[in-house]
């Protein structure tokens, strides 16, 4: 049986009369390729903030990790990587620094810090990058140390939002690599994309559609039951009647 690391049940957020997230119950299992699909106000944004432990529910249950979303949210914290679309490195400081920094926040060792820096510059082959500013560096190389520190502590579960914004598709691909690189380690990989080519490459795909889910299954499974040839005339199908603009 598989092992479960993401539980939720009736998951909701509200703000004021405004519900953000409605209800929202899932599962997502350990090296498992998440997508958190949904269009601009559709909730997703909300929902993982909620689930690395950066806001409170409203109502319903969830576990990160092995923590209580309540009780835990410290050690929720500790226990996941996060990237966000501006990627979160510090470019007044180089490339090792960096790696340097997020190990320390991680709460890594020296010694642990020194072997995953040499082992990330070689990785990512930046050995003539590693004393330039990240501040300098190409969009796509940001890009790539960005994902390898949020996962440097090894952590159950890295979060990623909208990662892939704003880059080219072949740097687009090479970012999949890295993911499903990490997939292969254990590590779960729960990611929003706007990018309906990119939900292809997810093991399975929840649709958020004005707070509420309205699908999750396989990309193959959610085809067929749409008769649709691509995601794109899934997602349409789902979001066509959305009402809302923005989280």
Same mark, same amino acid.
């Given at each position: ?7 939720? *049940? ?29 269009? *601009? ?59 340097? /920094? ?7 060792? *020296? ?65 999949? &690599? ?11 990989? /729960? ?18 559609? &004005? ?5 999750? &299954? ?30």
């Amino acid at each position: 049986m598989q092992e479960i690391v993401i539980k939720t *049940n009736k998951l909701t957020k509200k703000f004021g009369k405004f519900i953000a997230a409605n209800e929202i119950t899932f599962d997502v299992y350990a090296g498992e390729i998440f997508g958190f699909l949904g269009a *601009n106000g559709a909730g997703k944004t909300t929902a993982m903030r909620m689930l690395c432990g950066l806001s409170t529910p409203t109502s319903g249950t969830a576990n990160i990790a092995g923590f209580n979303i309540y009780k835990e949210t410290e050690k929720i914290k500790k226990n996941i990587g996060y990237m966000s679309q501006k990627f979160s490195l510090y470019e007044d400081l180089t490339t090792l620094e960096n790696i340097k /920094f997020f190990g320390g926040i991680y709460g890594l060792s *020296n010694k642990q810090i020194k072997d995953k820096s040499d082992e990330l510059i070689e990785l990512l082959g930046l050995a003539k990058e590693a004393k330039k500013l990240v501040g300098t560096l190409p969009l796509g190389w940001k890009q790539k140390l960005a994902f390898s520190v949020a996962i440097i502590h090894e952590p159950k579960i890295v979060f990623l939002d909208e990662p892939t914004g704003g880059v080219d598709p072949v740097t687009r691909r090479q970012f999949w &690599d890295l993911i499903y690189s990490a997939s292969d380690k254990g590590i779960t990989v /729960f990611v929003t994309t706007h990018y309906m080519d990119e939900a292809e490459y997810c093991n399975r795909i929840s649709m958020m559609v &004005d707070g509420e889910m309205k699908a999750l &299954d396989t990309p193959t499974n959610l085809k067929q039951q749409y008769s649709a040839a691509s995601m794109d005339d899934v997602f349409f199908e789902l979001a066509r009647g959305a009402k809302r603009k923005a989280d």
